[in-house]
């Protein structure tokens, strides 16, 4: 069992920062893909960026290229999304996200954490 704690959403305006941080415990994680994921009302969720807890491997969406960074601290445990100059449009509930390498987001294998709220005014 994998559990997922993340933090550090909040209230902000547009063209601030927030970092916010996923804590990870239970199991190694060294085979792992972890993700951070958003959903804003009434939109599906997707996917904001990933990264291989061994290599360091990143995917970002082109959604949030140049502004949001992913990275993980292995000593740790805990895996963080930088994200700067925020828009509006970035309002949403933040996921993280572990996953089997290869594996799927959505099989039994993966786990996500409850979400922290972003909202982000004009």
């Known amino acids: 069992q994998v559990q997922l704690v993340e933090s550090g959403g909040g209230l902000v305006q547009a063209g601030d920062s927030l970092r916010l941080s996923c804590a990870a415990s239970g199991r190694t994680l060294s085979t792992y893909v972890m993700g951070w994921f958003r959903q804003a009302p009434g939109r599906e969720r997707e996917i904001v960026s990933t990264i291989t807890w061994s290599g360091g491997s990143t995917y970002v969406s082109n959604s949030v290229k140049g502004r949001f960074t992913i990275s993980r601290d292995y000593a740790k445990n805990m895996v963080y999304l930088q994200m700067n100059s925020l828009k509006p449009e970035d309002t949403a509930v933040y996921y993280c996200?572990?996953?089997?390498?290869?594996?799927?987001?959505?099989?039994?294998?993966?786990?996500w954490g409850q979400g922290t709220q972003v909202t982000v005014s004009s």
């Open positions: 996200a572990a996953t089997p390498n290869g594996g799927s987001w959505y099989d039994r294998n993966a786990y």
